[in-house]
């Protein structure tokens, strides 16, 4: 009879978080919304402590392999620079992160390239919280700003540069209309995010459409693009030098959803240092980290890199001026 007890223990347990999870939803309503939720996230320190200063997935590799979750989400930072070819500009280069968080991938890119980057959030706490983390000597600086509606003038940034924000936005269009604004001619965009199946080809079934629900609701997400919409959406806008390149990293990425769950079981202390309310909170996320293994595990959702170059008057590409530069 003992050797049922730990696995009716984990159950039981399982059982309250999902009991929470359903009568606790994060409905999107405004940007507000998620505002608030990532100041609660920020302000308790739960977020930070489990998924450390990046609050994205990791990347395993491709295939996958075995890695430590915070190491694989400072590897995604590379490997997104890596794949969106930043690691080719010169350092001193200009680069919005658009949705920054509390900073991660910010100071790497400052850090660890030489960049001059910019953060924006629409949540002050993390703005708050990325100031606190970010060391005196990098060039990194952060500021609260509303990814629809971005107070920087037209042209303002050498690269634009978004992880994981696309879901929280309620117009596509306008996120990518903004992000192309203020990217100067022949700069790049390189964007990272969670993408649902395009349902124009296929739509989604029976089961697929409360999964979806849920994942939307428990989160603040108005809405998941399709890597299809939204690279369409990123052309669109009628500033786009050639094609919007695109890849899906869904198996790069998709052991990071166990992962984060078990960073609760691998780090105990956690229990201590944030006492029976933490540990609740923290409960009732593991339905939605199981959800979303499920959804880009089965298809259902994917996970989408979009690489765009702005068009300038001479046609060149910012890539193609600084080739030019070395080779002078």
Request: glycine share 10%; hydrophobic share 40%; with cysteine.
């Amino acid at each position: 009879m003992d050797l049922y007890y730990p696995l009716g223990f984990l159950l039981g347990l399982l059982t309250v978080g999902i009991a929470i999870y359903l009568i606790t939803p994060r409905r999107y309503q405004s940007s507000e919304t998620v505002a608030n939720s990532y100041d609660e996230w920020t302000q308790d320190g739960i977020l930070e402590f489990y998924w450390g200063e990046h609050i994205h997935l990791g990347h395993y590799g491709s295939p996958p392999r075995k890695k430590d979750f915070l190491t694989a989400k400072s590897d995604f930072v590379h490997e997104m620079a890596k794949w969106g070819e930043l690691d080719q500009l010169p350092r001193g280069t200009t680069i919005l992160d658009v949705g920054c968080g509390i900073g991660g991938s910010s100071r790497i890119l400052a850090k660890d390239y030489g960049f001059d980057v910019t953060g924006v959030t629409i949540s002050p706490q993390q703005v708050k919280r990325a100031q606190e983390l970010t060391s005196e000597g990098i060039d990194a600086k952060f500021k609260v700003d509303d990814a629809l509606a971005l107070s920087f003038p037209n042209n303002s940034f050498d690269v634009v540069w978004s992880i994981e924000a696309g879901p929280h936005m309620v117009d596509k269009a306008k996120y990518a209309q903004e992000m192309m604004r203020v990217l100067k001619p022949g700069g790049l965009l390189v964007v990272a995010d969670w993408n649902q199946r395009d349902d124009r080809q296929k739509p989604l079934n029976f089961w697929e459409k409360p999964v979806m629900r849920q994942l939307l609701d428990q989160w603040s997400h108005p809405a998941f693009s399709s890597i299809e919409g939204f690279s369409e959406l990123i052309q669109e806008t009628g500033v786009v030098e050639g094609e919007v390149i695109t890849a899906d990293w869904t198996q790069e990425t998709l052991p990071s959803w166990f992962d984060s769950i078990w960073q609760g079981i691998a780090r105990p202390q956690g229990l201590i240092r944030f006492g029976l309310s933490g540990f609740i909170k923290s409960l009732r996320e593991v339905p939605t980290l199981l959800l979303m293994r499920l959804a880009f595990g089965s298809g259902l959702c994917r996970f989408g890199m979009f690489r765009a170059v702005k068009a300038n008057s001479k046609g060149q590409s910012m890539q193609t001026n600084t080739e030019e530069m070395v080779q002078a």
